[in-house]
Each structure stands twice: as C-alpha cells, then as structure tokens.
C-alpha cells in the first residue's frame, strides 16, 4: 500500500493540516493501492505565504543563476525515470507507447526552457523606451491526471524560467506520481519557497488558489467547465490566466493520402493516450468518395490496436483512469447507438479477455452527423466518430463546427496545399501527417479550448509583464 500523507512547502515535506484522504487505485485491476492525505484551506495558504516570501530574492536571479536551476531539475528527474514510470504505469495504466514518451519529455522541458532562456532578452528598446520583461509574481498551476508528472514540470520550468514562485495542485488521484515526481525535484536544492506542491480537490485547494489575493497568475490544464470557474474566481483580482481546456480534434484525411501512411498515424492520433486526451483527434474526417475504402482500412488496423495493462509491451491503449472515467465513456458509447450512429467497430464492455480493470474497447462509429453529441462533445476516451465530406470546403467547415479550437490534423500527399488549409482552421495546432511533437512552438486554444498559451517563449510570456521606462 502506497500512503502519500505529506505534502511539499517551503523546502520541505510537511504533514497537511487538512485532514481529509482519498483512496488511489490502479486502473488496470481496479484494486485499491493506498491513500493520499489531502491539504485544504490552510494548506493552500500556507504554501502561497511561502512562495510570497520567496518571490523577492527569486525574481531577482540573474538569468545564468536560473537556466543553472533547470539544469538540475533535468538531471534530478532524468535519473528516476525507471522509479517515475513505475509509478505512472501503476497509479495510470498508460501502456509502454505513451510512458516512454511522456517521461523523457517531462525530464527534457528543462533542457527546452533552458535554451530558450538563453537566447532571450529581458530588456529591448522601443522608441525612446526601455522595455523590461518582469516576473508576473506568485503563480498557481492546477495540473489533471492523464499527465500528470508532464504538466507539472512544464509549468515549473516555465515560472523558474520568468523568475516566479508558484504553487502547484496536482490531481489527488496521481498522488504516487505527484510523490515520486516532488522528491525529484527536492534533490535539484533550489532555495526554499519557490515551488510547492499541495495535494488537495479541486473545489477546495484548486479553488482558494483561484481566488487568493496574493497569486498573480494560474495556469490550469483540464476540462473547459472547470476553467469557467476558474476564470470567473480569477476574475476578482485581475489575476493573469492561462487556460488548456478541452478539445474535440478534426482528424482529416485528404482525397490524396495515402492511406498506408494516413490510416496508422489517424489512430494513433485519435487514441493518443488511451484517448484520454485533449489533444485527441476524435472526429476522422474522410471523403465522401473515399468512404467505404478508407472504413475497410480503420477496421483491419484497429485490429492492430491492442488494449493491455502497462506490463504488456504490445498495448497500445490502456485502461480509464477511474471507475467514473470508464462509466462516462460507456455511456456515450450507448448514446452514439441512441443518437443512430453505426459501429464499425468497438461497442460496450471491456475488450475481449480483460476482466477486470477500466479498460475500454476502441471504438469507432460511422454515419455521424457533425450535430451529434458524440461528434460536440468531449468523451476522453478511445472512441472516435467518421464523418464524410463532399469536399475541401466541407471539411473545413465541418472542422470548425464546435465550439472547441485545440488540435486539429491532416493527412495527405500535398504539404502546399495542406499550409493553405491549416491557415483555414480555427485552432491553436495542426499537425500534418503525423509529425512529431515541437515543445518550442505554442500550444493552447481557441474558442472554449482556452485562453493564451505555452511552450517556448509564448509560454515563457505569460508569466512576465512588459513594463516601459520612458527617457
């Protein structure tokens, strides 16, 4: 039994004032693996005070002292990534694909951000002006559980680059991960305050951290319901905000593509993650006159999708992350039947030969209309629906009808004409034929998929203020 009963302030593990707990489990048994002790109000307030007090000297750092700071972090977490994948396998269920991605991307933002660090400067002139980048102050970042140790350390690295202090709130269901992840960073020895950690609900830590007096700015991944409310608490004290919320993805396959190369890479894209995913492409777009072809080749490679637990290194999706994450995707399942969606492939219950555990089987529906709740609405899980078009402007059209901007997708053969139609869709990314992450480029989105943005320097921005001395 794993039990998590401290949390991280000032420098220090601490035990919580709070005295609530909440269970963990581990999804791929649905057993019950230990329990976390949860921070509440004061906890909250406690760690803020600490990153108040640090704020000071800490925004005061040279540049050299900073990117000094990231580098260390990088060689504290790169050398437990063996203990930090123990811990996302067990407490997430994430097959080998995405753990061996997700780790050594969470260990190298520091390495990222050092090297944008380097190259940037603080102060520029503008006129007659002297333009100075200023840490924004204290910041608070609320960080989701299908990710867990990566958003963490993409928003640390980010306020250590500006010369902020924060507080983070992880999800109370990635406790193990969380611990794990703090004692890292624990032995990089940066001074005491600049980083704390509290365990904690949301509507209890997440929600004093939203509207605390003394915290300039959050930042928080999650669903788009709860970053209303966080912008509406924010809203009291002008608090900066950066917002990842959800996303519905277009996942469009060209009249052009070759569907040996495009048909692979739209699954992956689609059950990215389990397909507990924002940036999940979940709506596959295809041609009209493509249809019955390219359906033939999602069922025979769907096949090759294989649903397991982390030990089996052949899985390719792994289990919900909860009971309640399992019962949700079950039930939109049953609604696309409702709705007169087809299956392709997929339906209710677990995958042959699992069980137990949440896993749920990859499924695909067909004959879905765009106005659909299976086609608007966020399911975060492996179920994708096929939507035909008649033509170029169609699926544009298609693709911009939600009311979600995050990540979109092309696939095809002419990589000038897919420039032209990624400048058409209405989204913070579009990715083409399947390329590989780009952690210097911006990553938010528009409409309800959020507000500003991170990564590079976009995201290093956010957490500086422009102040102009005029001469």
Known sequence: MRDIDTIYIDGQFVTPKGTGTADLYNPSTEERIGTVRLGGVEDARDAVAAAKRAFPAFSRTTKGERIDMLKRLNAAVAARVSDLTEAMSLEYGAPQTFTRFAISHAASSFLTMASVLEEYEFERRMGRARVVMQPIGVAAAITPWNSNIGFITSKLTTAIAAGSTIVIKPSEMSAVQTQALTECLHEAGLPKGVFNIVNGLGN?????????????????TGSTAVGREILR??????????????????????????????????????????????????????????????????????????????????????????????????????????????????????????????????????????????????????????????????????????????QAYLHGTDVTRMQALADRLDCGRVVVNGAPHE??????GFKQSGIGREYGVFGLEAFLEPKAVIL
């Not at 080749?297 to 649903?307: S, Y």
Request: charged share 25%.
């Open 233 to 406: 608490s924010a809203a009291d004290t002008f608090k900066r905000v950066t917002l990842e919320l959800g996303g519905k993805g277009p996942n469009i396959i060209l009249d052009d593509a070759d569907l040996e190369v495009a048909i692979p890479a739209v699954l992956r894209m689609g059950f990215i993650n389990s397909g507990q995913a924002c940036i999940a492409g979940t709506r596959i777009l295809v041609p009209n006159h493509r249809l019955d072809e390219i359906l033939a080749r999602l069922q025979q490679e769907v096949e090759t999708f294989k649903v397991g637990a982390p030990d089996d290194p052949d899985a390719m999706i792994g289990p919900m992350v909860s009971r309640k994450q399992y019962d949700r995707v079950q039930s939109y399942i049953e609604l696309g039947m409702q709705e007169g969606a087809n299956l392709l492939t997929g339906g209710l219950g677990r995958p042959a030969g699992l069980d137990r555990g949440w896993f749920t089987k990859p499924t695909i529906f067909t004959n879905v209309d765009n106005q659909m709740r299976i086609a608007r609405e966020e399911i975060f899980g492996p179920v994708l629906s096929v939507i035909a078009y008649r033509d170029e402007d169609e699926a544009v059209s298609i693709a911009n009808d939600t009311p979600y901007g995050l």
């Open 204 to 220: 209890v830590v997440g929600a004093e951290l939203s509207g605390h007096p003394d915290i300039a700015k959050v930042t928080f």
């Open 439 to 444: 952690p210097l480029a911006p990553f938010g």
